[in-house]
């Protein structure tokens, strides 16, 4: 059963950076994207972009610039950075991905979520 | 950016009758590929969301076929046929047809 898990800091200072990082175990996953979503009360679910294997990457521009992602050549452990942080950057974080992407890195379907890190900006 | 829009928003249920959601797009979800890239999450208490139709009406794995996901263009539907207890939860919407990925607020089921 393939599992993803988010680990990194739950408490960050204003204006600091956020960091967090997503790690790949109990199995395999063929795929090439990975995304990171969050949610906080407000706002609801939130995606915030995703990376490619290659390094390809898209981002929300909600995020306005704030966000990079990077991810491991072994393809088990992807990272977000959200620089610049307020309060309202509180919220559960999740890393996500799909069995399938087309050919154009849209998933079909999010089939494997992280069990959520909660990130405080206080 | 491609706004979702859900409703209702609060969806009181009686176990074993039907449910169903509306969920509607800014904007055609329809890719040139034919499919519509229109998913449905469950989000239960204390977890995070699972995936439970994609691409408008393909159920995910493991999902019963009391879910069923329909429409096209900007309108979707998810239907339960007959609710169960375990289906309480607050159930997305999300567009993956373009960046930014977007959802709906979310429709709070319960029984």
């Known amino acids: 059963q393939v599992q993803l898990q988010e680990s990194g800091p739950g408490l960050v200072k204003p204006s600091g950076t956020l960091s967090l990082t997503c790690a790949v175990s109990?199995?395999?996953?063929?795929?090439?994207?990975w995304s990171w979503v969050r949610q906080t009360p407000g706002k609801g679910l939130e995606w915030i972009g995703k990376i490619s294997h290659s390094g390809d990457s898209a981002y929300n521009p909600s995020l306005r610039g704030r966000v990079s992602f990077s991810v491991a050549e072994s393809n088990t452990q992807f990272s977000l950075k959200l620089s610049s942080v307020t309060a309202a950057d509180t919220a559960i974080y999740y890393c996500?991905?799909?069995?399938?992407?087309?050919?154009?890195?849209?998933?079909?379907?999010?089939?494997?979520w992280g069990q959520g890190a909660l990130v405080i900006v206080s | 950016d491609i706004v979702m829009t859900q409703s209702p928003l609060s969806l009181p249920v009686t176990p074993g009758e039907p449910a169903s959601i509306s969920c509607r797009s800014s904007?055609?979800?329809?890719?040139?590929?034919?499919?519509?890239?229109l998913d449905w999450y469950l989000q239960k208490p204390g977890q995070s969301p699972h995936l439970l139709i994609y691409?408008?009406?393909n159920r995910a794995s493991g999902v019963p076929d009391r879910f069923s996901g329909s429409g096209s263009g900007t309108d979707f539907t998810l239907k339960i046929s007959r609710v169960e207890a375990e289906d309480v939860g607050i159930y997305y919407c999300?567009?993956?047809?373009?960046?930014?990925?977007?959802f709906g607020q979310g429709t709070k089921l319960e029984i």
């Open positions: 996500a991905t799909s069995n399938y992407h087309d050919s154009s890195g849209h998933p079909w379907g999010f089939d494997h």
């Open positions: 904007q055609s979800l329809l890719q040139s590929n034919g499919f519509h890239y």
């Open positions: 109990g199995g395999f996953i063929n795929t090439n994207w």
């Open positions: 691409l408008g009406f």
């Open positions: 999300m567009q993956a047809l373009q960046t930014p990925y977007s």
